[in-house]
């Protein structure tokens, strides 16, 4: 089981260089891949009836937030080997070609240390803000996630004649040699049919081990149907803690002591996981800092 870093989406550090750091001691930790998610804007009022967490915490107008694509682009400027990846990117938030041309310019200035992963959304409200199809995200995802695959297949020069999305025929260079890694989030049956038809891998946030073994059953049932080969990646984020001060983590949480920690992350990976997202929920960043060498010295090496 591999191990990523889930780096804050939203909320500032003192000094910008803050998230360089972050990158790259992630990288010096052993951490494979840093993931962090993607809302555009939060409206003042939210209509948060579908997210199935409750209330979110970051569910706040003025909570300040960076964009993910230029993020990853100032954070790879300091890293060689850590891969980058939306945990997720809502696509019909974005124009479809524009989205396209992020996706490839990360890939690109780090060398194809690019993944993305992408999701139909559900915050009502956001789509409302930006005018974006929100009673037909669903389709339009399936057909961005069509047009991306084919804009490597054409190499770089394509149209799109689909229900939601159409365009005469266009460039998408530079184009990079290999296609990025596409990650697929939800957990509907429509996302885990996506996955199978689109996805290389499947993405989820604070779900039990047993959630997602479960879900990795019905996940292999779509990845038959669609006749892929082998089994598809899991990537699953959970919140960890090594040592004391972990007592504010929420249930479900791996805390306490290395030997504690690692119990908890091995029923991820008995689960199917290939990817353990960690989530530290520091306070600050000197805090996250000791966490991110500490699960790199005591945690990552039971799994290697």
């Given amino acids: 089981m591999q191990f990523g870093y889930a780096i804050p989406g939203y909320g500032t550090y003192e000094r910008p260089d803050a998230w360089k750091e972050i990158g790259r001691v992630a990288e010096e930790s052993g951490f494979d891949t840093l993931w962090t998610g993607s809302h555009i804007?939060?409206?003042?009022?939210?209509?948060?009836?579908?997210?199935?967490?409750?209330?979110p915490d970051w569910a706040d107008i003025s909570n300040p937030s960076l964009d993910v694509f230029e993020k990853f682009s100032y954070i790879a400027a300091s890293t060689e080997d850590i891969h980058m990846a939306t945990n997720i990117c809502i696509a019909p938030l974005y124009h479809p070609i524009l989205l396209i041309k992020k996706?490839?310019?990360v890939s690109v200035l780090s060398d194809g240390r690019f993944e993305l992963?992408?999701?139909s959304g559900w915050l009502r409200s956001e789509f409302e803000v930006l005018d974006a199809p929100y009673k037909t995200r669903g389709p339009h995802t399936d057909e961005f996630l069509e047009l991306f695959h084919?804009?490597?297949e054409d190499e770089g020069?394509?149209?799109f004649d689909g229900e939601h999305i159409n365009f005469r025929k266009t460039g998408f260079h530079p184009?990079?040699?290999?296609?990025?890694?596409?990650?697929?989030g939800g957990t509907s049956g429509a996302a885990l049919r996506r996955t199978a038809e689109f996805g290389d891998g499947w993405t989820v946030v604070e779900y039990s081990a047993s959630e997602v073994g479960d879900m990795r059953d019905r996940l292999m049932n779509a990845w038959t149907d669609y006749d892929r080969e082998g089994a598809p990646e899991i990537s699953a984020r959970c919140r960890v803690h090594v040592g004391d001060g972990g007592?504010?983590?929420?249930?479900?949480a791996a805390t306490g002591d290395p030997d504690s920690v690692i119990d908890s992350l091995e029923a991820y990976a008995d689960a199917g996981?290939?990817?353990?997202?960690?989530?530290t929920g520091t306070d600050s960043l000197e805090e996250e800092l000791e966490q991110i060498r500490r699960i790199g010295d005591e945690v990552i090496p039971a799994f290697e």
């Fill in 41 to 55: 804007t939060i409206p003042e009022d939210i209509d948060y009836e579908e997210y199935q967490f409750g209330v």
């Fill in 150 to 152: 084919q804009v490597f």
């Fill in 103 to 105: 996706a490839l310019t």
């Fill in 157 to 159: 020069e394509t149209s």
């Fill in 247 to 252: 007592e504010g983590m929420p249930e479900g």
């Fill in 175 to 184: 184009v990079p040699e290999e296609k990025p890694k596409v990650w697929i």
């Fill in 273 to 279: 996981t290939t990817e353990l997202v960690v989530a």
């Fill in 117 to 119: 992963g992408v999701g």
